[in-house]
């Protein structure tokens, strides 16, 4: 087998539970993957949703010990973890959990958002935090704890954030790291550390959460036990990892300045900037600030609902293919033979409004101009069209918030594999579209940060020096540019004009 340095890299992202082998130059010799899903709470009310940590558990060391199996193991050299962000829970000092981890999309703790409101302003938060008031922040799941099951809090021994719940079953550390924590809304940014005046307002103190831990340092070795139960060597060292948003934006090959478009079921539109300055505009518009991997550095994000608006389509319209291999091909095709002037259907893709640019207008989905003869593929093209529409009002708020105005756009992730997308986001933009040669940019990121951690490289620059980021496609905007401006307009107008039609359902 081959002697090369490989690092293990756990991405536990919430559609997907992978375990990869990388090597120095981001080939990815040996992957694992399975489904990732919250699912409702055992005992718990109607849209209360949990992660099942056994049960992810499980499915990491099946994947691990079959990624293990296809390799020299004594080539392992490094394991790190990411995932995603938001979701926490208490444990015991032996890592039991006295709760379960509550997912991003259960519905539980939205009144208490309001009630913090009252004792502070989100702008006072936004200015300390870069996080805005969303129900899913674990600030207010924290919150809700101590209002609802106090009793777990008094018990509880420390907080980890998702990637310290796997760290603690991988070494026996108790790990939390500052881009994972910066999506609690409860740090002070600027000072990368716990910003006080919150946790005193919700009634915890920063002694909750373990020592900080930054990425790329090594926190501890694999045990004995979880060598038995992933197949990875006793012994190993892990290395921090933290947030996936932010390792993404490295194994994309992204440099500070530069803007990178992470398109899943969600789009993360992200800018890396040497300056913490909350603006109004970004305040306004819903846009989050979060710590990068590297201190005096900061990730500027807007979150938008994306693919998840796709697979949505495909379940209530393209049903019958259900069975198919090819049902995305076979969408593309419908959705290229509509023409832009043709297509007089509009979708405003507010299917979770809470994040996102236009969640000031508070909308819900919608679909506009339907007849008898609308055909599925009209009603595709227009959802690619309105989530483009989305991408070009974050790109907006993003040069008003921070003075930058890109000359492309990086695009990595699922979303990235559709080309007819690629090409209306060009076209809607009117910015230059960059898909590069490899996939999985989390991954690659998480490896560099790995082997920054044992020394293999001295800078994350170093490290993406040796990967291979050669550009795949370059979509350039087209004659249709020139359309999509006039229709961009209109979309705007639609938002403000449903506005006031929705403010009777809210």
Partial sequence: ??????????????????????????????????????????????????????EIWGKICRASKKVC????????????????????????????????????????????????EEVISPWEVYQRTGYQFI??????????????????????????????????????????????????????????????????IVGIDSSLFPSWREPGEIVGKITNKSSK????????????????????????????GEVILNSGTWEILTLRLSQFKPTREGFEGGLTVESDILPGLWIYEIFMIASGVVEWVKRHFYAGLSHRKNKY???????????????????????SPKPGPARK???????????????????????????????????????KA???????IRIVGGGAKNKLWNQIKADVTGLPLITIQHKEATVIGAGIIGFLGIGIFNSIE???????????????????????????????ENLRSLKEIYSKFN
């Fill in 1 to 54: 087998m081959n002697k090369e340095e490989l690092a293990i890299v756990l991405d536990c992202g919430a559609t997907n539970i992978r375990v990869a082998a990388v090597n120095k130059k981001g080939e990815i010799i040996s992957e694992k993957s399975f489904l990732n899903r919250p699912i409702p709470q055992p005992g718990g009310e109607k849209n209360w949703l949990i992660w099942d940590v056994e």
């Fill in 69 to 116: 199996s296809e390799i020299d193991k004594k080539n392992i050299k490094v394991v790190t973890v990411t995932s995603f962000g938001a979701d926490g829970a208490p444990v015991d000092k032996k890592g039991n959990l006295l709760y379960p981890v509550i997912s991003w999309g259960c519905s539980r703790g939205k009144e208490l958002t309001t009630e913090l």
């Fill in 135 to 200: 129900p899913f922040n674990a600030i207010f799941r924290i919150f809700w704890l101590k209002r609802n099951e106090p009793h777990i809090l008094d018990k509880t021994y420390k907080w980890l954030m998702f990637p310290g719940i796997i760290n603690q079953r991988l070494s026996g550390e108790f790990t939390i790291d500052p881009t994972s924590a910066s999506t609690i809304m409860a740090m002070d940014l600027k000072k990368r550390d716990w910003w006080g005046k919150i946790l005193e």
């Fill in 229 to 256: 139960e992933t197949g990875i060597p006793r012994g190993t060292p892990v290395v921090m990892g933290g947030h996936d948003v932010q390792f993404a934006t490295i194994g994309a090959g992204g440099s500070p």
């Fill in 329 to 351: 091909d076979t969408m593309i095709s419908e959705g290229e033979k509509i023409s832009p002037e043709e297509n007089k259907v509009r979708l405003i893709p507010e299917f």
């Fill in 361 to 399: 207008f508070y909308l819900k989905g919608t679909l506009l101009g339907l007849t008898l003869a609308t055909q599925r593929g009209e009603v595709y093209r227009a959802t690619l069209e309105g989530l483009s529409f989305q991408l070009r009002e974050a790109l907006e708020l993003l040069r």
């Fill in 402 to 408: 921070t003075g930058f105005y890109p000359e492309n």
């Fill in 462 to 492: 170093e490290g993406q020096k040796t990967v291979n980021f050669t550009i795949k496609e370059k979509f350039e905007p087209t004659q249709n540019q020139k359309i999509y401006e006039k229709l961009y307009h209109e979309y705007k």
